[in-house]
């Protein structure tokens, strides 16, 4: 069965860290493209981050020195080191793993609340 399933997420405080994983079952990821999306409360969402199998990392700009992406293509796993988090930070991170050309799969999203 074709999964991708997030997590890690939660409560934490105005400068605080979380680390968030995605985990994919059903596919291999190798030559894929890994993604992190961030979906604010009423908003749409936008992008994180960014990582192409081989490639680097690419960050929005409001997480840029904040966030970290990684994957790990033995474990199929893609994690999103998050620091210094800040208020406009909430909401729900989704994972994107896609094939240029082909399967472009989701997960259901966690939720990451920064908030005293």
């Known amino acids: 069965q074709v999964q991708l399933v997030e997590s890690g997420g939660g409560l934490v405080q105005p400068g605080g860290s979380l680390k968030l994983s995605c985990s994919a079952s059903g596919f291999t990821v190798d030559t894929s493209t890994v993604r992190w999306y961030h979906r604010a409360p009423g908003s749409q969402r936008e992008l994180v981050a960014s990582?192409?199998?081989?490639?680097?990392?690419i960050y929005g700009n409001s997480v840029k020195g904040r966030f970290t992406i990684t994957r790990d293509n033995a474990k199929k796993t893609v994690e999103l080191q998050m620091t210094n988090l800040r208020p406009e930070d909430t909401g729900v991170y989704l994972c994107?793993?896609?094939?240029?050309?082909?399967?472009?799969?989701w997960g259901q999203g966690t939720q990451v609340t920064v908030s005293s």
């Open positions: 990582l192409a199998d081989g490639g680097r990392p």
């Open positions: 994107n793993i896609f094939f240029v050309g082909g399967n472009d799969y």
